[in-house]
């Protein structure tokens, strides 16, 4: 089954007057399916966050179709089955650790004793079992990021999708949210997530997509794209950024 | 249901922001200087502190309104808040109501407690004249209804500006509409004597457009005991529900549409 289905998902900006619009996403093709953990890597810029955005339907797509656990975008309560980490950590500082679960656990209509039993749990796997009761403004970068993990875990969802969730983390932290992604898998759990990380995304995907200036240039297995032997991820992603570019340049000129 | 969570939220914002709390103290300061201020009169002491005491509760308010009112969606999407709770199955009108029940509800809890406060100042000044401390001016709660209703509609006003404007640029859209639309009666009477139909035409389109804010003054009539027609309340209830669910109507079409970038 497609997890996450989008068929030429185009998203052009318009910017200020007399500036040309930006296309930050142009004729995206994209299929996850039920289970697997999908690493979207691209450089900076390349659209990755307007890509998940438009997933989450905090943007809306120029044109194209796109579809979550075969509903169409606009079925809200398609995400009631998704769990959510938005690039760099922002949530209510007034709020404590656990406050700030009950919260979005309401948003997604779970009893009270649910998510008292489901933030205690999940304070405990990203290790804020003692910060439950500090407000947020006093939580480091780190610490907000693992908040931000169980937030997006507290429905159980079935699908999860994380953009840079390793940004922001030190190698234990890294090394822990790789292992909490494999463990998320192992559960049955479609894991979609973007980085610029290669070596992580090396470490933990069944697939990858790589997207460069709006455009899907590469989706496959690693042991399909890659030169097993001769080449790491990094190697293949420098070389094909540059393809990409030098491609665009040609299409320009 | 889910918006009484962002409501209950956006309460708690509130009664934790330190600027709310020196509002409500400077105004229950206000109130309370209102008996000095009434020593220094002959007679009519009640009068005066029912006048200054209305006009501190109804000027607090409106600053808590206009300034809570202008960051409700603005400031969740400068802060980038808004990303986590909207992926959520959450819609965003449900959102919005969510956020105005939430400021409304910090609203009430403050008129309240100011209203409290000048009653207490009513007795204060009651007793201190050997009167009974119990025969206090009953219309008070409807004046102070009046002003809620006033401060619904502003917060409505600010949220809407929220939705598509930065903070700064919706306090100064707010404040302007407050301002507009406590003259709009001279507005209008100015539309009926302009020469050129098309300047009379302007100024009755913005009398109808704009909120009719002086309706919901009566702090005058109630400290000067005038009679007031129960269907005057009944009216000017009605109007500011029209106009309140009219501006969250707005705002919401206004909010599905943008891209939160």
């Given at each position: 089954m497609?997890?996450?289905?989008a068929?030429?998902l ?8 007399g500036?040309?619009p930006?296309k930050a ?5 994209l299929a996850?399916q039920?289970g697997?953990v999908?690493?979207f890597?691209g450089?900076?810029g390349?659209?990755?966050?307007t890509?998940?955005?438009i997933l989450?339907?905090?943007?809306h797509?120029t044109?194209?179709?796109a579809?979550?656990?075969g509903?169409s975008?606009d079925n ?13 950590s922002?949530f209510?500082?007034?709020l404590?650790a656990?406050?700030i679960?009950?919260?979005y ?11 008292k039993e489901?933030?205690?749990?999940l304070?405990k ?5 003692s910060?439950a009761h500090?407000?947020?403004r ?14 997006a875990?507290?429905n159980?969802?079935?699908?999860i999708i994380?953009d840079?969730?390793m ?11 790789r292992a909490?992604?494999?463990s998320?898998?192992?559960?049955g759990k479609t894991?979609?997530f973007?980085?610029h990380?290669?070596h992580d995304v090396?470490?933990?995907c069944d ?10 240039l590469r989706?496959?297995r ?6 097993t032997?001769?080449?790491t991820?990094e190697?293949?992603f420098?070389r094909?950024v540059?393809?990409g570019?030098?491609?665009?340049a040609?299409r320009i000129a | 249901?889910k918006w009484?969570a962002v409501?209950?939220n ?18 229950l300061?206000?109130?309370?200087g ?23 509760i109804?000027l607090?308010?409106i600053?808590m309104a ?5 960051g409700l969606?603005?400031?969740e999407?400068e802060?980038k ?8 199955p959450?819609g965003r009108?449900e959102f919005?109501?969510g956020?105005y029940?939430?400021?409304l509800?910090t609203?009430?809890?403050n ?5 409290v ?6 007795m ?11 025969d ?11 002003i809620?209703l006033?401060?619904?509609i ?5 949220l809407?500006?929220s939705?598509?404007?930065?903070t ?15 003259i ?9 004597k302009m020469e ?5 035409l ?5 009398y109808?457009?704009l909120p ?8 005058g009539?109630?400290?000067h ?7 005057y309340f ?11 669910t ?11 549409r943008?891209?939160?970038?």
């Amino acid at each position: 089954m497609k997890v996450i289905e989008a068929e030429q998902l185009t998203k052009t900006y318009t910017l200020g007057l007399g500036q040309s619009p930006l296309k930050a996403l142009e004729g995206l093709d994209l299929a996850v399916q039920e289970g697997e953990v999908f690493g979207f890597v691209g450089p900076n810029g390349a659209g990755k966050t307007t890509t998940i955005k438009i997933l989450m339907g905090l943007i809306h797509s120029t044109s194209g179709t796109a579809k979550l656990l075969g509903q169409s975008l606009d079925n809200i309560e398609t995400k009631s089955k998704i769990g959510f980490l938005p690039e760099s950590s922002h949530f209510y500082e007034y709020l404590t650790a656990s406050e700030i679960l009950a919260f979005y656990g309401k948003l997604f209509g779970l009893s009270n004793n649910l998510i008292k039993e489901r933030t205690l749990a999940l304070l405990k796997q990203v290790g804020l079992e003692s910060s439950a009761h500090l407000q947020l403004r006093k939580f480091s970068k780190g610490m907000l990021q693992r908040i931000g993990i169980a937030q997006a875990l507290i429905n159980d969802p079935e699908l999860i999708i994380l953009d840079e969730p390793m940004s922001g983390l030190d190698p234990i932290g890294r090394r822990e949210m790789r292992a909490l992604i494999l463990s998320l898998k192992a559960q049955g759990k479609t894991i979609f997530f973007s980085s610029h990380i290669t070596h992580d995304v090396e470490m933990i995907c069944d697939r990858v997509g790589i997207l460069v200036g709006g455009r899907l240039l590469r989706v496959g297995r690693l042991s399909e794209i890659l030169d097993t032997g001769k080449e790491t991820l990094e190697d293949y992603f420098i070389r094909i950024v540059q393809e990409g570019v030098t491609t665009t340049a040609e299409r320009i000129a | 249901m889910k918006w009484q969570a962002v409501a209950v939220n956006t309460y708690r914002e509130a009664i934790r922001d330190k600027i709310l709390y020196n509002l409500l103290i400077f105004a229950l300061i206000l109130i309370g200087g209102s008996i000095l201020l009434a020593t220094l009169t002959l007679g009519e002491q009640s009068k005066i502190i029912m006048d200054f005491g209305l006009a501190s509760i109804n000027l607090f308010g409106i600053l808590m309104a206009i300034f809570l009112g202008i960051g409700l969606v603005s400031k969740e999407i400068e802060k980038k808040t808004l990303y986590t709770v909207l992926s959520k199955p959450i819609g965003r009108t449900e959102f919005l109501l969510g956020k105005y029940a939430g400021l409304l509800l910090t609203l009430a809890i403050n008129t309240i407690i100011m209203g409290v406060g000048l009653y207490l100042a009513l007795m204060l000044n009651q007793s201190r004249w050997g009167l009974s401390i119990w025969d206090v001016e009953p219309r008070l709660v409807f004046a102070m209804g009046m002003i809620y209703l006033e401060l619904a509609i502003l917060t409505a006003v600010a949220l809407l500006f929220s939705t598509f404007t930065t903070t700064t640029l919706a306090a100064i859209f707010t404040l302007s509409i407050y301002v507009v639309g406590h003259i709009s009666d001279d507005l209008m009477k100015m539309g009926e004597k302009m020469e050129t139909p098309l300047t009379g035409l302007l100024l009755k389109g913005i009398y109808y457009a704009l909120p009719n804010l002086s309706n919901f003054d009566i702090k005058g009539q109630v400290a000067h005991k005038v009679t007031i027609a129960p269907s005057y309340f009944f009216y000017t209830t009605l109007y500011a529900l029209v106009y309140c669910t009219l501006l969250m109507r707005i705002a919401s079409f206004i909010f599905k549409r943008r891209d939160l970038r």
